[in-house]
């Protein structure tokens, strides 16, 4: 069971916020059930071009391992969709991967939430994303409560998959810096995704490890965004692998028909965040044996 104590309050960081910005915190539960537990948010911060079944699925999986093993009490979660200054290949314009999430979350799910915050300004690091969080539910909402009226601050932790934690034990892939601040002050839920080895990897972040919560696939699921973009570039049927809501908006807009002006390597390397480049080299050769069938 889980014994860590809560992060400090919000470092101080000046925030700046997109035109007509406000954090969406519609389905955030503001008492806890259990005050014995502790109150989490799970953030998951990506691509989403576009979001999968997989996507929401990782919350889920999530929902079980934190009733069955933690002490913690889920509060809400929500989608981080990156800004188009990542620069990766098949990233479509942030409103359409805003819009398509939205439609995921608000039609297939009662709890999970979108925030456009990182979509619609510049690049920001993870490390930054998660304080963002931290300000906006803790110093502007002012946190949770428990039944009794008592104010309790809400941990803010991180929710990705293993192919994360192995670009984070790679040297020079993150900062020490931002490591320390993810996953030592705010940590993370991790969802085992098939061909990452999390053993190797989270003994390479052994200083952490208290933070990082290993959360095995008890079913195999390696639907992944660039597959299901080569599926429709190849018009093949989408269907069943991304919530319905979202089929339709690619349909009716006519989306990844191609890969856009971001489909360079050169950029996909030189803008890297979350995978190191032999993950996106691996990515390249599932599309090349693909396209040979």
């Known amino acids: 069971m889980d014994t860590s104590s809560p992060p400090p309050s919000s470092p101080t960081r000046t925030f700046s916020n997109p035109p007509n910005y406000s954090f969406p915190h519609h389905r955030l539960n503001r008492v806890l059930r259990n005050p014995e537990k502790q109150p989490i948010v ?3 911060c990506g691509s989403f071009s ?18 069955q093993n933690t002490d913690f009490e889920i509060m809400g979660g929500y989608l981080s969709p990156v800004s188009d200054m990542y620069k990766k290949p098949g990233l479509l314009a942030a409103h359409h991967r ?14 999970l939430m979108v925030d456009p915050w990182e979509a619609f300004q510049s690049y920001q690091r993870t490390a930054v994303v998660l304080d963002h969080f931290d300000y906006e539910i803790n110093t502007v909402l002012g946190g949770v409560q428990t039944p009794d009226g008592e104010h309790r601050n809400v941990r803010v932790m991180l929710l990705a ?3 994360l934690i192995s670009t984070m ?3 020079g892939v993150w900062s020490e810096e931002d490591l320390d601040h993810i996953l030592g002050r705010y940590g993370c839920f991790i969802i085992e995704r098939a061909g990452s080895d999390m053993d190797q990897a989270t003994d390479n972040l052994a200083r952490w490890r208290h933070n990082i919560y290993l959360i095995s696939q008890l079913i ?12 429709l570039r190849r018009g093949l049927s989408v269907r069943y692998l991304l919530p319905s809501p979202v089929v339709d908006y690619i349909e009716e807009h006519g989306l990844y028909k191609d890969e856009g002006p971001n489909a360079s390597n050169s950029n996909y390397s030189k803008h890297l965040h979350h995978k190191d ?3 996106a080299k691996a990515e390249d050769k599932d599309v090349i044996a693909l396209k040979k069938t």
């Open 277 to 279: 480049v032999e993950k």
């Open 161 to 163: 998959g293993s192919d």
């Open 169 to 171: 034990s790679e040297p």
């Open 98 to 111: 805003v819009t398509m999430c939205t439609l995921a979350t608000e039609q297939t799910s009662h709890w």
């Open 220 to 231: 195999q699921n390696d639907v992944s965004s660039t597959k299901v973009r080569l599926f």
């Open 42 to 44: 799970l953030v998951a």
């Open 50 to 67: 576009p979001v999968t079944y997989l996507h929401l699925r990782m919350f889920e999986m999530a929902v079980d391992y934190v009733r």
